[in-house]
């Protein structure tokens, strides 16, 4: 199995930044993609940034300029940098990976339990 967990977000004031950690563990192994999502309510969730293992950002349209994401492979951790923060952003922002564990032959993919962020002045 793989736990992610989530540090960060919180209430950020518009205008402003804020920063989402999360780090993957259990029996990982091989990680081939993380990243972030957000859902808020009544609606699905929706891709913000991944990052493929070796490969490019890929980053929604509304994101893109504004939010950074990055890895540390070493310690199998995805950072999301956010500024220029507005209400629409508000959201439940969710961990995401997709690896293999040593538990299974195929891929799967995991998620965190969901850290609040909340743009208001």
């Known amino acids: 199995q793989v736990r992610l967990v989530e540090s960060g977000g919180g209430l950020a004031q518009p205008g402003g930044s804020a920063r989402l950690s999360c780090a993957a563990s259990?029996?990982?192994?091989?990680?081939?993609?993380m990243g972030w999502y957000r859902q808020t309510p009544g609606s699905q969730r929706e891709l913000v940034a991944v990052?493929?293992?070796?490969?490019?950002?890929e980053y929604a349209d509304s994101v893109k300029g504004r939010f950074a994401v990055s890895r540390d492979n070493d310690n199998n951790a995805v950072h999301l940098q956010m500024s220029s923060l507005s209400s629409g952003d508000t959201a439940v922002y969710y961990c995401?990976?997709?690896?293999?564990?040593?538990?299974?032959?195929?891929?799967?993919?995991?998620w965190g339990q969901g850290t609040q962020v909340t743009v208001s002045s």
């Open positions: 259990g029996s990982i192994f091989r990680i081939t993609s």
């Open positions: 995401y990976t997709r690896a293999f564990t040593w538990d299974h032959d195929d891929e799967y993919d995991y």
């Open positions: 990052v493929p293992t070796g490969g490019n950002p």
